[in-house]
């Protein structure tokens, strides 16, 4: 019974997307849908993505990472490198499914090796070193030039001149400039299908032994150990799988754009924090309210610019409701009996 | 058969002899109670035997291997399965979750495919209900299975901690104060379980407990330690009419 439960549940989370997908697309076919607002789908979904990975942390293995846009930068300029490197000399569609694999290999890499380290932590400590690692990802990235010539690949972490290439050579990260050039393959149906797959990825190893392990070791890491579980593999495990998701988000946020830059607007903590308040406000543990709480609160803000003044001021009254409603107990109270009603009338 | 055999474990925490020179040993389906004052080192003892301190000094043995540097993973893997003073479940789980956590290590599928739910994925989820149903059903927890941990009573909590250390496959179970916290009616359905375990496992169990009727009750031999060293040994009867362990512990 249990087991049929959670399947409606994961079912309705994959209908809700599909549902978004399929409003969205008939009102961009049927010219509903300002300029304005198509250019905000590929990212809502790469921002729904994201908090679906940054959910697997916080809410499912139960660390606190602040640092995960670190992980989406790492998954759009190594995705980026290889697709400016290759746009030439593979069609669009391989191409892309192999900047999807490199971004989201990088970012699963260095997602481990960063584990290592920053998951020995708990709490507080943990949540300020992931801020850290986070930043130092994007300054790093602000200050690397890359090049590759008749010779083979050049980097340096001065200027352009440092490189020394040979005349026919190709500057592909240009220091603070980022990667310009990049193709824009992403468009809001593949943007879907892989926060589509990551829902998938996710819902499933939740009901899956290494799942229930990483829940085990968020629930009570001393208990998991004396019943056998190995505590920092799982860590791992769940982290990884987190910055490789996150990753995958980036390599849709620079194949969206045609100028990469690893600017704090789109890497720095606050967008961190940004993407936090998402998984948060949607529920930690709560995977379908990431999606939905991303979707509401990436596109509220832009849709309110008509309003200016009163602008941030409607969001975050939206963000206090938002938050009475998931958490105040007489709404939950409210919600339980809404929910048993409804299931009543079905049964 | 010895199972288990500890000897001469000490263990020291800056000046303090937390445990000093214990030895021990417990035969195959025995049940053995581990008894004294607060403070005496019964917790320290089973944090030995778990991995969770290594000792300074002592050997200890388990159906004749040396796990005395092991960790507590490996501890569990090689046959030990304890519950806590405090409970320690996975709260925020279902009972037959928690029960499957324990369950882990005996059925096993790759990452792979329990992230695409293919392969051995299917097969080895039914067997493991199966077998969770098993355990909870001889707890009497079955009706409760898709309840959260946390919402379990008291007494139920304590039960489903000892299915999920029994979910492992022990070869010994260390139970640290199982009675601890309940009325006379859940220790007395406790005592009732324990018994269950004995009989449908015949599972070895070492258990620290403050209730004496518990202890009388279904004890067949104890240990008394008193400031970390071992006061008395034997039978459950001449053990506490023991004049020293009265003095030191029961009272006159």
């Known amino acids: 019974?249990?087991?049929?439960?959670?399947?409606?549940?994961?079912?309705?989370?994959?209908?809700?997307v599909i549902a978004l997908y399929l409003i969205m697309e008939i009102l961009m076919k049927t010219g509903n849908l300002s300029s304005h607002l198509k250019g905000l789908l590929v990212p809502m979904t790469y921002y729904a993505i994201i908090a679906v990975a940054l959910n697997l942390c916080v809410g499912i293995l139960g660390e606190l990472s602040i640092g995960h846009c670190g992980f989406m930068c790492i998954g759009a300029f190594s995705?980026?490198?290889?697709?400016?490197?290759?746009?030439?000399?593979?069609?669009?569609?391989?191409?892309?499914?192999?900047?999807?694999?490199?971004?989201?290999?990088?970012?699963?890499?260095?997602?481990?090796?960063?584990?290592?380290?920053?998951?020995?932590?708990k709490g507080?400590?943990?949540?300020?070193?992931?801020?850290?690692?986070?930043?130092?990802?994007?300054?790093?990235?602000?200050?690397?030039?890359?090049?590759?010539?008749?010779?083979?690949?050049?980097?340096?972490?001065?200027n352009v001149m440092e490189l020394g290439m040979e005349p026919d050579g190709q500057v592909v990260i240009n220091g603070a400039m980022g990667i310009t050039g990049t193709p824009r393959d992403a468009n809001f149906t593949i943007?879907?299908?892989?926060?589509?797959?990551?829902?998938?990825?996710?819902?499933?190893?939740?009901?899956?032994?290494?799942?229930?392990?990483i829940m085990a070791v968020r629930d009570n890491s001393i208990a998991a150990e004396s019943a056998g579980i190995n505590v920092t593999r799982y860590k791992m495990m769940a982290?990884?799988?987190s910055a490789a998701i996150a990753g995958a988000a980036g390599v849709l946020f620079s194949h969206n754009i045609t100028s990469l830059t690893a600017t704090s607007q789109y890497f720095?903590?606050?967008?961190?924090?940004?993407?936090?308040?998402?998984?948060?406000?949607?529920?930690?543990?709560?995977?379908?309210?990431?999606?939905?709480?991303?979707?509401?609160?990436?596109?509220?803000?832009?849709?309110?610019?008509?309003l200016n003044t009163y602008r941030m001021l409607i969001y975050s009254i939206v963000l206090i409701v938002m938050m009475l409603f998931n958490w105040a107990p007489a709404a939950v109270q409210w919600r339980q009996k809404v929910a048993h009603k409804f299931i009543k009338r079905n049964a | 058969m010895k199972l288990l055999q500890v000897n001469n474990l000490s263990i020291a925490f800056g000046g303090l002899r937390a445990v000093d020179d214990f030895s021990l040993e417990i035969e195959k389906g025995e049940l053995y109670g581990l008894i004294g004052p607060n403070g005496a080192g019964k917790t320290t003892v089973f944090n030995l035997l778990t991995g969770v301190y290594k000792p300074n000094e002592g050997i200890i043995r388990l159906d004749g291997e040396d796990i005395t540097r092991k960790n507590t993973i490996e501890i569990n893997h090689s046959g030990i399965a304890r519950t806590f003073q405090n409970i320690r479940l996975f709260h925020q789980m279902s009972v037959i979750d928690n029960v499957k956590v324990g369950l882990t290590e005996r059925f096993k599928y790759s990452g792979i495919e329990g992230v695409l739910h293919v392969g051995r994925y299917r097969k080895m989820e039914k067997e493991m209900d199966e077998e969770a149903m098993k355990l909870l059903k001889v707890f009497d927890l079955d009706s409760e299975r898709?309840?959260?941990?946390?919402?379990?009573?008291?007494?139920?909590?304590?039960?489903?901690?000892?299915a999920r250390a029994m979910a492992t496959s022990p070869k010994l179970l260390l139970l640290d104060e199982?009675?601890?916290?309940?009325?006379?009616?859940?220790?007395?359905?406790?005592?009732?379980?324990?018994?269950?375990?004995?009989?449908?496992?015949?599972?070895?169990?070492?258990?620290?407990?403050?209730?004496?009727?518990?202890?009388?009750?279904?004890c067949e031999k104890l240990t008394v330690l008193n400031f970390g060293r071992v006061l008395k040994q034997g039978e459950t009867k001449e053990v506490l009419s023991d004049p020293e362990v009265i003095k030191a512990y029961l009272g006159e």
Do not use: C, W
């Open chain 1, 1 to 16: 019974m249990a087991a049929k439960k959670r399947l409606r549940d994961n079912l309705i989370t994959y209908g809700i």
């Open chain 1, 191 to 213: 943007a879907i299908v892989v926060l589509l797959l990551s829902l998938f990825v996710v819902l499933n190893l939740m009901n899956s032994r290494d799942g229930r392990a």
């Open chain 1, 239 to 241: 982290f990884t799988i």
């Open chain 2, 178 to 218: 199982p009675a601890a916290g309940m009325n006379p009616n859940e220790t007395a359905e406790l005592m009732d379980t324990i018994a269950l375990v004995r009989k449908e496992f015949g599972m070895t169990i070492l258990l620290i407990e403050h209730d004496m009727k518990l202890v009388s009750g279904i």
């Open chain 1, 79 to 121: 995705s980026a490198v290889f697709s400016k490197l290759t746009q030439n000399n593979i069609p669009t569609a391989p191409r892309f499914f192999l900047a999807f694999v490199i971004g989201i290999a990088f970012a699963a890499l260095f997602g481990f090796l960063i584990g290592i380290p920053v998951l020995r932590l």
């Open chain 1, 268 to 306: 720095g903590y606050n967008a961190s924090i940004m993407i936090l308040v998402y998984v948060v406000l949607g529920g930690i543990g709560n995977i379908r309210g990431s999606v939905i709480a991303a979707a509401i609160l990436y596109l509220l803000p832009e849709m309110l610019r008509g």
């Open chain 1, 124 to 158: 507080d400590y943990l949540a300020i070193v992931t801020l850290a690692f986070g930043e130092i990802i994007k300054n790093v990235i602000n200050a690397i030039y890359f090049g590759v010539d008749s010779k083979g690949p050049h980097i340096s972490m001065n």
């Open chain 2, 146 to 162: 898709d309840t959260l941990a946390s919402n379990l009573p008291y007494g139920k909590q304590r039960k489903l901690e000892i």
